[in-house]
């Protein structure tokens, strides 16, 4: 298990606005193209489930993107916890690309631990 630290970190809201908050934050081994995607897709979810958008059209209209990318960047919040967890500690099979994971996901979690398991 990577170490957390707590730091004050200032970051920008999906209104571009600045905030300030102190969070645990795992230190990945580097910021990849999926870990900026997994991150983007939990924050637009929870920005949608938290009725502050009414729905991904109207977020993509906010921050200026199509809506299905919106859309394929937020199923990836359906990856089990196991695997969002190996990719945020820096494991993904070399195979493994933002394009593929969002186009060939699927939603049952022990189906993507087999494909998983095969990969490593």
Known sequence: MRPSV?????????????????????IPPAITPLIIALSR???WAKLIES?????V????????????YVRRIIRLTGLSPAITLSILDGHEPDFLSLETIARDLVEDWEQQAEVWAKSE
């Open 6 to 26: 707590h730091r004050v970190q200032p970051f920008m809201s999906v209104d571009g606005t600045a905030k300030v908050g102190a969070t645990p934050i795992p």
């Open 41 to 43: 897709g939990h924050l």
């Open 51 to 55: 009725g502050e958008y009414h729905s």
């Open 57 to 68: 059209a109207e977020l993509a209209g906010k921050i200026n993107m199509d809506p299905s």
